[in-house]
């Protein structure tokens, strides 16, 4: 197996469009040409995961924070970014990277911290704008679900929680092909009417080509009639955060020994209890101080993040409670996240979890 399957089929359940503009996701090191002998999946990428690696005999690593964020002017191994990179090109592994794009998929990193909350009626908490686009096709009426089924197929159609959502309407074309044409109906030279269907449907622009690749691979027209249209729809399947309820309402103190147990914390952070039953729960992995006035308009009871500054904590104005857990602990089940992403695709193929403790957070209590 080539190391670019296995992108592929990351970079089809993250679409690395979905990163943030900021990030350094994909492949760091490595060859996307190489025979994969077996990867880890980790939180980071370290020295002691590389010679993890080295051990295993895996020559790849896919790890959720990339290695290399900014631009590095010298590599000579005086720190552990450094280090990690000479490490891994000297032993010819490849580091891929998927973070922020893993962050934004609803079924992606803030999706694992739900599932431990048990949290229902989920959604994202800040859409992502600017990515959806409609498809207006022009086709034979006769031709049109045959066309409306190829997009289905290949990605489009969907609204929230609904699918295979599109609308057409009948009217009627008209063309003329030069003589060297080969038309589906008419004649060359002349001009032809034909009863056609307008047909519209919604995806998100990174599909795009698949799309349109599906939708004429069944048209019948030797030159079809389509547009593409940027829409300023939010995209409510990505974007930051997610908000969801509990089962049901809860007191403060039962909550926090729920969200201490399911997270294995040591200590939370957090704001003034209000005296208030929690129902409405906003989160983010990792840092997510950029959501709070987000989090107050969803109406959350409780926010749970990380990398909390001591002034955003006074942001909650006494209306929710803001609780940090820290970096590594709001993340630390994407590994299992990844794991299951991998194995459930390549099922004959090895895919080892790091058995490395990566948290460079310790607690003295």
Known sequence: ???????????????????????????????????????????????????????????????????????????????????????????DIAIYAIHTNLDNV?????????????????????????????????VPTEHAERVRNAVFTAGGGYIGKYSECSFSVEGQGSFKGESNTNPFVGEPGSRHLEKETRLEVIFPYYLAGQIVAAMKSVHPYEEVAYDLVNLANQFVSAGSGITGELPAPMPEMEFFQLLKSAFGLQVIRHTPFRGKLLSKVALCGGAGSFLISKALSAAADVFITADMKYHEFFDANNRMIICDIGHFESEQFTVDLLYAILREKFTNFAVLKTKVKTNPVNYFI
């Not at 990867?39 to 790890?63: F, H, K, M, Q, W």
């Not at 079924?107 to 498809?135: E, F, W």
């Open 106 to 138: 609803i079924g992606g990193v803030n999706k694992m911290m739900a599932d431990k909350l048990n949290l229902i009626n989920r959604s994202v908490l800040s859409p992502k704008p600017g990515i959806l686009q409609k498809l207006h096709v022009f």
């Open 1 to 91: 197996m080539k190391i670019s399957e296995i992108i592929s089929h990351l970079e089809m359940v993250a679409p690395p469009s979905l990163q943030e503009s900021y990030d350094n996701a994909g492949l760091i090191t490595g060859n996307a040409d190489w025979d994969c002998k077996g990867l880890i999946v980790c939180l980071d990428s370290t020295p002691d995961v590389v010679r993890e690696a080295i051990t295993t005999g895996s020559n790849l690593i896919v790890a959720h924070h990339p290695i290399v964020f900014n631009g590095l002017k010298k590599i000579n191994g005086s720190n552990y970014v450094e280090e990690t990179i000479i490490l891994a090109i000297k032993n």
